[in-house]
C-alpha cells in the first residue's frame, strides 16, 4: 500500500510542476478555488477527530478567534465597507493590520506550549508573550514577511508538506517515499534551472485583474525580493523571473492539495466522515465554489478565516513532524 501512494505522489510531483510551467498564474487560481475549500474542510474534520493532537477546548477557541480577527482586515476591503467613514471599519481595515502578525505567531508559539509545556500557567505565558512582542516587532520586516507572508502561505504548503512527507517516511523506511523527499526538495532548483520562453506566456486580462485584485501577486513580490532579485516594489506579468516565482507557486499549492487527497489510504482521514458530515462538507464546498466563480475577491475574503483555521491547527502536526524527524536522527 505505502507503495502504491509513494509511486503515486512521484507522478503528483511530477504532474503538479508540468502544469505549473505550462499555466503557472491559470492552475494556482484554479486550485485554490476548486481544491482549496475541500482541503481546508476536510483536513479540519480529521485533526478533529485527532483531537487537535493537543487535546485542549482552549487551543480550540483560540484558533477560531485568531483566524477570526486576522480576516477582519480583508473583510473590511470588501466593497460594502469601501466608502464607510466609521472608525471602527477603518480601525479594522488599517490599524488592526499591524498586529495581526502576531496572532499568527502567537498561535504557533501556543501550539510548541501545548505540545511541549505541561504546566498550564506557563503555557497561557508563552501565548501572552508571543502576542505582546507583536508591539516591539510589527514595524520590524523580517518578522512581517516571515510571519505575515511567508507562514502561512509557501511554508506551510510546501515546507511544512516536506515535513510531514519525510516524517512518515522515516517512520515506514520507505525507499520511494526518500525519493519523492528529494524529488520534493529539488524542485526549486529545477525551476531556476528551467529554461523558459518569456514570450510563450500570454495572461488573459481576466487572470491579471484575479491575481491583483486578490493581492496573490504580493507574495510573488515577497519571495523576490527575499531571494535578492529584486527590491520588493514591483512585479509583473512577463518578466522571466516573476514567472518562475508564480510556477513554484502554482506547484507548491498545487501539489500539496494532491498530496492530501493521495494519503487517503494511509492516514484514513475518510474513515470518521459520517453521512451527515460528508453531505455538509460537500455542500459548503459546492457553495465556496459557486461564489469564488461568482466573484473570485468575496470567494476568497469569506473562506480566509477557514484558510486560516486550517493552517493554525496544522501547527501541532507540524511540530510534531519535527520533533519526530529530529529524534529519529539525533536520538
Partial sequence: MRYNIDI?????????????????????????????????????????????????????????????????????????????????????????????????????MFAYALLFIKEKHWQITVLVISIVLTIFLKDLDVYNVWIGIFLPTIIHVYFFTLLFMWYGTVKDNSKWGTINIVYLALIPLIIFLVSLEVNLYRFSSTVESLIIESRFHLLNINVSKFLGLSDGTSFFFNEIIDIKIQIFIAFAYTYHYLNWFSKTSIIGWHKNLSKTKTFLIIGIWIISMIIYAVDYKIGLTLLLMLSLMHVFFEFPLNLISIKGIYNHYFK
Fill in 8 to 108: 503515486l505522489n512521484l507522478v503528483l510531483i511530477t504532474i503538479s510542476l508540468f502544469l505549473a510551467i505550462i499555466f503557472p498564474f491559470e492552475l494556482f487560481l484554479i486550485v485554490y478555488a476548486i481544491l482549496g475549500p475541500l482541503h481546508y474542510l476536510t483536513e479540519i474534520n480529521w485533526i478533529r477527530n485527532k483531537n487537535y493532537f493537543v487535546k485542549s477546548k482552549t487551543w480550540i477557541y483560540t484558533v477560531i478567534l485568531f483566524a477570526f480577527i486576522v480576516s477582519l482586515p480583508a473583510i473590511m476591503r470588501l466593497n460594502i465597507f469601501k466608502n464607510s467613514d466609521s472608525s471602527i471599519v477603518n480601525f479594522l481595515n488599517t490599524d488592526l493590520a499591524n498586529y495581526t502578525n502576531g496572532l499568527i505567531f502567537g498561535s504557533f
